[in-house]
């Protein structure tokens, strides 16, 4: 992440991680402030084992893109709507309009744990055991969604619909 205020975001991005039991680093490398670390952190991480980088960056967000363009892994830009942000806009059309040739996949504004999911099924075309927990979450929430389409009609619209 950009910064330690991306914390609170990008936090989702971990749970997921950890709940697939999926190794990772969380750390905080900025493109502005920090360019030679960015530079050292993006070119040693598949040495380090890195399979897929997830890039959380506010206002200009360029950390995403510059990842890219340093490492051959794939990246994932978690656009953040921060302080000095307009609305989140100026994040996503950071990190979502990269010129050919330097991609990076982009999720919804604050969305890391879609970036965490995408992560975790990019490791799992790859990784049996890792596929099979993408596999079954994804039951999980075809299951969760059929009880709600019971229970809306069983109680009714009109009811209070709680989970």
Same mark, same amino acid.
């Given at each position: @992440?950009?910064?330690?205020?991306?914390?609170?975001?990008?936090?989702?991005?971990?749970?997921?991680?950890?709940?697939?039991?999926?190794?990772? $680093?969380?750390? /905080?490398?900025?493109?502005?402030?920090?360019?030679?670390?960015?530079?050292?952190?993006?070119?040693?991480?598949?040495?380090?084992?890195?399979?897929?980088?997830?890039?959380?960056?506010?206002?200009? !967000?360029?950390?995403?893109? @510059?990842?890219?363009?340093?490492?051959?892994?794939?990246?994932?830009?978690?656009?953040?709507?921060?302080?000095?942000?307009?609305?989140?806009? #100026?994040?996503?059309?950071? =990190?979502?309009? @990269?010129?050919?040739?330097?991609? /990076?996949?982009?999720?919804?504004?604050?969305?890391?744990?879609?970036?965490?999911?995408? !992560? !975790?099924? =990019?490791?799992?075309?790859? #990784?049996?055991?890792?596929?099979?927990?993408?596999?079954?979450?994804?039951?999980? @929430?075809?299951?969760?969604?059929?009880?709600? /389409? $019971?229970?809306?009609?069983?109680?009714?619209?009109?009811?209070?619909?709680? $989970?």
């Amino acid at each position: @992440m950009g910064s330690d205020s991306d914390l609170p975001v990008m936090q989702s991005a971990a749970d997921i991680l950890k709940d697939f039991n999926i190794e990772f $680093e969380l750390t /905080v490398v900025s493109a502005h402030r920090t360019p030679r670390r960015m530079v050292e952190y993006a070119s040693k991480a598949k040495e380090r084992g890195l399979k897929v980088i997830i890039a959380g960056a506010g206002g200009a !967000a360029h950390l995403p893109g @510059m990842i890219a363009s340093i490492t051959s892994l794939p990246v994932i830009g978690v656009p953040i709507k921060s302080s000095n942000s307009i609305d989140g806009w #100026d994040s996503i059309l950071s =990190i979502l309009q @990269m010129p050919n040739g330097i991609p /990076v996949a982009t999720v919804a504004l604050n969305a890391s744990k879609n970036a965490g999911i995408l !992560a !975790a099924t =990019i490791v799992g075309a790859f #990784d049996d055991e890792i596929g099979k927990k993408i596999a079954a979450y994804k039951l999980n @929430m075809e299951a969760d969604v059929i009880k709600k /389409v $019971e229970k809306l009609k069983k109680v009714g619209w009109q009811n209070k619909f709680d $989970e």
